[in-house]
């Protein structure tokens, strides 16, 4: 049998391209309407999506909230809205690892898993915006080195995981005789003492449903990442405009999986992919090109400057990137460095000038893809095939009319025997193809 394709649905309030607000005759419910939300991942399930994915922040009215409609409502007391509405879709909520306390995480997902009836995914996010660190408290003067966030991270998975087997299910014994609710005897205590967090005690819940704990997901592109994700993730997200650098991460991933003592084939690996469909590949891109006309320029600019680390004056909308720079001005972040090379890359490859790659980038390094569902279909089915991808995560440009497009390429991926046609299983980890985590 063919591999089978997974595909989420990264779940932005009015679609990712920063302009797809501006074609709703009134956005200004986006931020709190449920109604709304509700109704979007109704029409996911029926395009049948994995998953839906929604990305967070704690950076309360950071500055890209100013320019256009972000998720205002708690992502796990959405999904727990959502989950009361639909029966089989993936429910992937994003929680930090270095901010708050673990056993929170820990109970708020596992409500989450419980509630969905065995839907729920935790994206862990290891990242430390100046904006986050503000909201919660943290001098940016704390803010962590890389090497010590994923130390602090990991030590936060691992109590996470732990408390959610603190409370077998069978230690639930509901023994009426002797007055026994829960047999202490049976549970497993968490007594965790680490450099960064400790943590004692049971969880007063189960943390797993009909024996699955929830689907952990991670997201980066740095070594560190990579290699983080592989030991604790099940699914590792990615985001790159290049196909090499897609098959390159996808090896390394897979690698580091198998280093770990973890069958490489039960870690999926997931890039964005930024698809829009239309009637043909020329319509596709008028369609983006007319919403990249709504975007002032001077801001895109100055947010490529600071992408790349480089003065904004020295970026001329009308000239070609100035690589030269990347000598002239280096740098020892490493996610710059990782920028230049992929954004420059793709800058140098397509002889953009400085305006054409601000509007190529406004896929935020989603790799972009044009054309009829067939066409889509194609390049799905050559990457998956070809060791780039296990599938993807889809970005819509303008939600929900790009998904009802999108939902053409997944007939046609079904039609090809590469998609399945139903959900098969209740649990999303049954339905993602990954194996039982009762063992864990």
Request: glycine fraction near 6%; charged fraction near 25%.
């Amino acid at each position: 049998m063919a591999k089978q394709i997974r595909l989420n649905l990264i779940f932005h309030t009015s679609g990712r391209h920063d302009a797809g607000w501006k074609s709703f005759e009134d956005a200004t419910t986006l931020v709190d309407d449920i109604d709304h939300q509700i109704a979007y991942a109704k029409l996911a399930e029926e395009t049948k999506f994995d998953a839906i994915f929604l990305p967070d922040t704690h950076a309360v009215l950071g500055s890209s909230f100013l320019r256009k409609p972000r998720r205002g409502l708690d992502p796990v007391v959405l999904l727990a809205a959502i989950a009361r509405e639909t029966e089989h879709l993936g429910l992937i909520s994003t929680a930090s690892s270095l901010i708050g306390h673990p056993y929170v995480v820990a109970r708020t997902i596992a409500t989450l898993n419980h509630i969905s009836k065995g839907r729920a995914g935790w994206n862990i996010v290891t990242s430390q915006d100046d904006q986050a660190l503000e909201a919660v408290g943290v001098p940016l003067s704390e803010k962590l080195d890389r090497p010590t966030r994923y130390e602090r991270a990991a030590e936060f998975v691992e109590i996470v995981t732990a408390l959610w087997d603190s409370l077998p299910k069978e230690a639930i014994t509901s023994d009426k005789d002797n007055d026994v609710y829960i047999d202490t005897t049976l549970t497993r205590p968490v007594n965790f003492e680490g450099k960064h967090y400790r943590s004692s005690g049971v969880l007063q819940l189960t943390g797993r449903y009909e024996g699955d704990r929830p689907v952990l997901f991670q997201a980066g592109v740095s070594p560190q990442s990579r290699e983080f994700g592989a030991k604790y993730a099940d699914v590792l997200f990615t985001s790159q405009p290049d196909v090499e650098h897609d098959r390159k991460f996808y090896a390394e991933a897979k690698a580091h999986a198998a280093k770990f003592g973890r069958n490489p084939d039960h870690l999926v690996v997931l890039p964005g992919l930024y698809a829009v469909v239309s009637e043909s590949e020329a319509a596709a891109r008028k369609r983006k090109a007319e919403f990249d006309e709504l975007m002032p320029l001077n801001f895109l600019v100055n947010n490529l400057a600071k992408q790349l680390g480089l003065p904004v004056e020295e970026l001329d909308p009308n000239k070609p990137l100035p690589f030269e720079l990347f000598e002239t001005i280096p740098s020892d972040d490493e996610v710059i460095n990782y920028r230049r090379e992929d954004i420059g890359g793709v800058a140098k490859a397509n002889g953009f000038t400085v305006k054409e790659l601000v509007h190529h980038n406004l896929n935020r390094g989603q790799r972009a893809i044009f054309g009829t569902p067939e066409q889509i279909a194609d390049k799905i089915i050559e990457w998956v095939d070809t060791d780039v991808a296990d599938g993807f995560n889809i970005n819509i440009d303008v939600q929900p009319d790009g998904v009802a497009r999108f939902k053409d390429v997944i007939t046609e991926l079904q039609n090809r025997g590469r998609y399945r046609t139903e959900y098969e299983y209740k649990s999303f980890r049954a339905n993602y193809g990954l194996p039982s985590s009762e063992t864990d």
